[in-house]
């Protein structure tokens, strides 16, 4: 699917479908329910994993799960395809995480930077535990050696869209993920 982009015509290519996304995401829920206590902070990342956490909470809820949902925004991307390779926070850490177990929720783990520091600065603020959950896995980029506990799906080294991932600000309605080709 070509999508024209401000000047610039480039191809959208669907990676993951909707009802795949959607499946997985209930087998990510029943496995964090299984292994998370019943009383929760989930921490979600600004902007990417907007989706991702909407439909998560939804599928833990369902399950009995309650979770308290704050957000935090961080950046490494900034309008690019590559992370900068620093992480800033942008806003205020959220306060409930102090004393309590948390989960981390991403869009897209690549190099392990964002994951790591983010981790890092919840521990810091009071965090009890962190356990990590990314809907999608780029290892091939990985320059950190952090594991999330939870993974979507594990993909190649293509830069992706959709399902709150954004280029430069775009493509984030798709409900599903694609790659630019």
């Known amino acids: 699917m070509r999508k024209q982009q401000g000047g610039l015509v480039m191809e959208v290519v669907p990676l993951l479908g909707e009802e795949e996304i959607q499946r997985r995401v209930g087998e990510l829920a029943r496995d964090i329910a299984a292994r998370l206590p019943q009383r929760f902070v989930l921490v979600a ?3 990417g994993s907007f989706m991702l956490a909407a439909d998560l909470v939804r599928a833990l809820g369902r399950l009995g799960m309650a979770p308290q949902v704050e957000f935090m925004q961080v950046s490494s991307y900034g309008l690019g395809t590559r992370s900068q390779g620093r992480v800033r926070v942008l806003g205020e ?6 004393g309590r177990p948390v989960l981390l ?3 897209i783990q690549d190099t392990g930077r964002t994951l790591a520091f983010v981790r890092e600065l ?6 009890v535990r ?3 959950c990314v809907l999608l896995d780029k290892p091939a980029r990985r320059e950190l050696p952090i594991a999330p506990d939870f993974v979507g799906f594990t993909i190649p080294d293509v830069f992706v869209v959709g399902y709150g991932i954004d280029y430069a ?3 984030r309605h798709l409900p599903y993920v694609a790659r630019i080709a």
């Open 93 to 98: 850490l959220p306060e409930a995480v102090r």
């Open 169 to 171: 600000e775009r493509y």
């Open 45 to 47: 990342l600004l902007k």
């Open 122 to 127: 919840l521990y810091e603020h009071g965090a």
């Open 105 to 107: 929720v991403d869009d």
């Open 130 to 132: 962190i356990w990590t």
